[in-house]
């Protein structure tokens, strides 16, 4: 499905690795310096001086971080301090702030550290209060999309729309929605869901799609609109009070594609047992393929409509009872059941409103208060307006060949051509609001161009992210692409540290557990006997009523599956009562001794070592290439002031 649903923007990709030396960069730093610290060098690279006050602003935002993860002291943090200078001094002698990936990357970045400085009080309460009354009342849409590029020609433009007029034409005609849909939408999710999204709220959808979907009438279909992905319409199906969110937790058997049948008989016997009264987090631990959620139970975080699949939605919000289970039931994962842990209503807008506060500021909204904005802006800046231009012009194509000033925004000029290039795919607007929109862009702009000059808070935290994506781009080259080409130099680093990559002693076994301690014998004197799994289960259950569910698998030795006080030994073990009513039996096939793991078995591994050997050895290198001058009475003086 086309993802009409909001993503964090995040670096894609980035490595563990860059965690330690991006934390001297990245993060936002408020720490005031003094004066002197401004102007005292407290080192030198290759004769750059690098004084107290930047050194201070990291250190003081991030030395509970460092010490508490990387357990370093002053001198071990200023060490780190260090290397990280030396290497964006080289990063800078191999020209990588120069190269487009970087500078590429950097715009991006850029882009999103200028939003929080792009909003204004009035205009983010208006959209507080209107996200707020959104969230408490769900709207249930379909759409039809018809793709076309933000930046397509026009040609595609009006292709796409005139489209998107034909197939609302047809529904106004009387023809079904989800019909139409289905013959028209480039949604690829529309063969499944006939374009219907279901229930959602604010911040579900992209803001010009949930405007839409808000503004429209139950059982009416919206005028075409446009997103990122392309023009939109929109039906209103349905609108509720919003049930908030809830807590289940769950136990999953994942199908079997060799028997189709085995996922199935296992839930069913787990459910018997759940009617037994056996406990719920317990067999989501011994049982459960979720792995994650199995070790807390089967607990899941909280959630509301539109964020998990469709069966696992109406189940979990049909649950009317703390502690009430679900039937078994299936989808796309497996067989699936469910236990409800809490219900949570939405909150009061007191008390919702700092959340809702923080995605307006850092969600797409934000562009929506740039015009508020950009007004307050434009007291403080010379703006000279030309609208005299757009008088003389008949029709808005008259601009595109007109080379004179329109606008100027301090010192920098715009031409009617400007303004034509902005507004030409404009539709169903006066070229004289065309021009307002254009002016308060541009101011904006400008202010957004030069707000280092402006705001020294903003300049510190840009320069800190340009550092840390050149030391990105540096680590690119010099570790991670050299480990990952280098499988010769990988396998002999492997073979020099052997000893450090073994498995612990492991078994093949069996696991029993029963809930009553007769059972449980039964079933240890047939395991003994040498039954197997599936006949003991023959045996021992009683039609619905199941005594005994079995595991089977490779585990090392003091695994949480295990009894705490089990160890490996052949043949069938004793019965394990570590909880009431639960009674482990253990058979043991094989035994494996500790051995050594083969690189095949650890790569990941290995390859997080060697890489950070491969660090360690380029450290060395670079502290012999740049020559380095410590201010030893400035560093004396830091380390006896954070040492207090």
Same mark, same amino acid.
């Given at each position: 499905?086309?993802?009409?649903?909001?993503?964090?923007?995040?670096?894609?990709?980035?490595?563990?690795?860059?965690?330690?030396?991006?934390?001297?960069?990245?993060?936002?730093?408020?720490?005031?310096?003094?004066?002197?610290?401004?102007?005292?060098?407290?080192?030198?690279?290759?004769?750059?001086?690098?004084?107290?006050?930047?050194?201070?602003?990291?250190?003081?935002?991030?030395?509970?971080?460092?010490?508490?993860?990387?357990?370093?002291?002053?001198?071990?943090?200023?060490?780190?301090?260090?290397?990280?200078?030396?290497?964006?001094?080289?990063?800078?002698?191999?020209?990588?702030?120069?190269?487009?990936?970087?500078?590429?990357?950097?715009?991006?970045?850029?882009?999103?550290?200028?939003?929080?400085?792009?909003?204004?009080?009035?205009?983010?309460?208006?959209?507080?209060?209107?996200?707020?009354?959104?969230?408490?009342?769900?709207?249930?849409?379909?759409?039809?999309?018809?793709?076309?590029?933000?930046?397509?020609?026009?040609?595609?433009?009006?292709?796409?729309?005139?489209?998107?007029?034909?197939?609302?034409?047809?529904?106004?005609?009387?023809?079904?929605?989800?019909?139409?849909?289905?013959?028209?939408?480039?949604?690829?999710?529309?063969?499944?869901?006939?374009?219907?999204?279901?229930?959602?709220?604010?911040?579900?959808?992209?803001?010009?799609?949930?405007?839409?979907?808000?503004?429209?009438?139950?059982?009416?279909?919206?005028?075409?609109?446009?997103?990122?992905?392309?023009?939109?319409?929109?039906?209103?199906?349905?609108?509720?009070?919003?049930?908030?969110?809830?807590?289940?937790?769950?136990?999953?058997?994942?199908?079997?594609?060799?028997?189709?049948?085995?996922?199935?008989?296992?839930?069913?016997?787990?459910?018997?047992?759940?009617?037994?009264?056996?406990?719920?987090?317990?067999?989501?631990?011994?049982?459960?393929?979720?792995?994650?959620?199995?070790?807390?139970?089967?607990?899941?975080?909280?959630?509301?409509?539109?964020?998990?699949?469709?069966?696992?939605?109406?189940?979990?919000?049909?649950?009317?009872?703390?502690?009430?289970?679900?039937?078994?039931?299936?989808?796309?994962?497996?067989?699936?059941?469910?236990?409800?842990?809490?219900?949570?209503?939405?909150?009061?807008?007191?008390?919702?409103?700092?959340?809702?506060?923080?995605?307006?500021?850092?969600?797409?909204?934000?562009?929506?208060?740039?015009?508020?904005?950009?007004?307050?802006?434009?007291?403080?800046?010379?703006?000279?307006?030309?609208?005299?231009?757009?008088?003389?012009?008949?029709?808005?194509?008259?601009?595109?060949?007109?080379?004179?000033?329109?606008?100027?925004?301090?010192?920098?000029?715009?031409?009617?051509?400007?303004?034509?290039?902005?507004?030409?795919?404009?539709?169903?607007?006066?070229?004289?609001?065309?021009?307002?929109?254009?002016?308060?862009?541009?101011?904006?702009?400008?202010?957004?161009?030069? $707000?280092? @000059? !402006?705001?020294? *808070?903003?300049?510190?935290? %840009?320069?800190? &992210?340009?550092?840390?994506?050149?030391?990105? =781009? +540096?680590?690119?080259?010099?570790?991670?692409?050299?480990?990952?080409?280098?499988?010769?130099?990988?396998?002999?680093?492997?073979?020099?540290?052997?000893?450090?990559?073994?498995?612990?002693?492991?078994?093949?076994?069996?696991?029993?557990?029963?809930?009553?301690?007769?059972?449980?014998?039964?079933?240890?004197?047939?395991?003994?006997?040498?039954?197997?799994?599936?006949?003991?289960?023959?045996?021992?259950?009683?039609?619905?009523?199941?005594?005994?569910?079995?595991?089977?698998?490779?585990?090392?030795?003091?695994?949480?599956?295990?009894?705490?006080?089990?160890?490996?030994?052949?043949?069938?073990?004793?019965?394990?009562?570590?909880?009431?009513?639960?009674?482990?039996?253990?058979?043991?096939?094989?035994?494996?001794?500790?051995?050594?793991?083969? $690189?095949? @078995? !650890?790569?990941? *591994?290995?390859?997080?070592? %060697?890489?950070? &050997?491969?660090?360690?050895?380029?450290?060395? =290198? +670079?502290?012999?290439?740049?020559?380095?001058?410590?201010?030893?009475?400035?560093?004396?003086?830091?380390?006896?002031?954070?040492?207090?």
């Amino acid at each position: 499905m086309t993802d009409l649903r909001n993503s964090k923007t995040d670096r894609t990709q980035v490595k563990m690795r860059i965690k330690k030396v991006m934390i001297l960069s990245v993060l936002f730093i408020s720490t005031l310096v003094s004066g002197q610290d401004q102007s005292k060098v407290l080192f030198s690279v290759d004769g750059k001086d690098v004084y107290n006050a930047e050194f201070i602003r990291v250190f003081e935002k991030n030395r509970d971080i460092v010490v508490e993860e990387e357990h370093k002291d002053f001198d071990d943090y200023f060490d780190l301090f260090v290397d990280f200078k030396l290497k964006l001094e080289q990063a800078r002698d191999m020209h990588l702030d120069t190269a487009s990936s970087y500078t590429a990357e950097l715009a991006k970045y850029r882009e999103q550290l200028v939003q929080p400085y792009l909003q204004n009080p009035e205009g983010i309460e208006l959209l507080v209060k209107e996200a707020y009354k959104r969230t408490v009342n769900e709207v249930n849409a379909s759409h039809i999309l018809i793709i076309v590029e933000a930046d397509a020609p026009a040609a595609d433009t009006i292709k796409a729309y005139t489209r998107i007029l034909e197939a609302r034409k047809e529904i106004l005609a009387g023809a079904k929605f989800d019909s139409i849909a289905k013959l028209y939408s480039d949604d690829p999710s529309v063969q499944l869901n006939s374009g219907n999204l279901g229930y959602f709220s604010a911040f579900a959808m992209v803001y010009e799609f949930e405007n839409a979907a808000y503004d429209t009438k139950i059982g009416e279909v919206s005028m075409p609109f446009r997103t990122q992905f392309g023009y939109h319409i929109v039906e209103v199906n349905d609108r509720r009070k919003s049930p908030g969110e809830v807590q289940v937790a769950h136990i999953m058997v994942k199908n079997d594609s060799t028997n189709t049948l085995r996922a199935k008989e296992k839930i069913d016997d787990i459910y018997n047992k759940l009617l037994q009264g056996d406990d719920f987090a317990r067999i989501a631990q011994e049982h459960s393929d979720d792995l994650s959620s199995a070790q807390k139970g089967g607990a899941l975080p909280k959630f509301g409509t539109g964020r998990m699949i469709k069966p696992f939605e109406d189940v979990a919000f049909s649950l009317d009872e703390k502690g009430d289970f679900s039937k078994p039931f299936e989808s796309s994962y497996g067989w699936h059941i469910l236990k409800l842990i809490e219900t949570y209503p939405i909150p009061s807008y007191v008390d919702l409103h700092s959340q809702l506060e923080s995605k307006v500021k850092n969600g797409s909204r934000s562009g929506y208060v740039e015009r508020s904005l950009a007004q307050k802006i434009a007291l403080n800046y010379k703006v000279i307006e030309h609208k005299d231009i757009l008088q003389l012009s008949a029709n808005f194509s008259d601009l595109e060949n007109n080379f004179d000033t329109i606008l100027v925004v301090e010192n920098k000029y715009f031409t009617s051509h400007n303004l034509y290039e902005y507004g030409k795919e404009i539709k169903k607007k006066s070229k004289e609001l065309i021009f307002e929109d254009f002016k308060y862009f541009m101011i904006i702009d400008y202010y957004k161009d030069h $707000l280092e @000059d !402006t705001n020294k *808070e903003f300049a510190l935290t %840009y320069k800190e &992210y340009k550092d840390g994506l050149l030391l990105f =781009e +540096l680590l690119q080259k010099v570790i991670w692409e050299r480990s990952e080409k280098d499988s010769l130099g990988l396998s002999q680093f492997f073979e020099e540290n052997r000893d450090s990559y073994k498995w612990k002693k492991r078994a093949d076994l069996s696991i029993a557990s029963c809930t009553k301690k007769e059972k449980a014998e039964i079933v240890k004197r047939y395991m003994i006997e040498g039954l197997k799994n599936d006949s003991i289960k023959a045996l021992v259950n009683e039609g619905a009523t199941i005594h005994v569910l079995f595991s089977k698998g490779k585990l090392e030795e003091g695994s949480s599956k295990l009894p705490e006080t089990y160890q490996f030994e052949l043949g069938v073990s004793k019965i394990f009562e570590e909880e009431e009513n639960n009674f482990t039996i253990i058979k043991v096939d094989t035994v494996f001794e500790p051995q050594l793991k083969e $690189l095949k @078995d !650890t790569r990941g *591994e290995v390859m997080n070592d %060697y890489q950070n &050997y491969l660090e360690a050895e380029w450290v060395k =290198e +670079l502290r012999k290439t740049y020559k380095i001058k410590v201010n030893n009475k400035n560093y004396k003086e830091l380390k006896q002031r954070f040492s207090n």
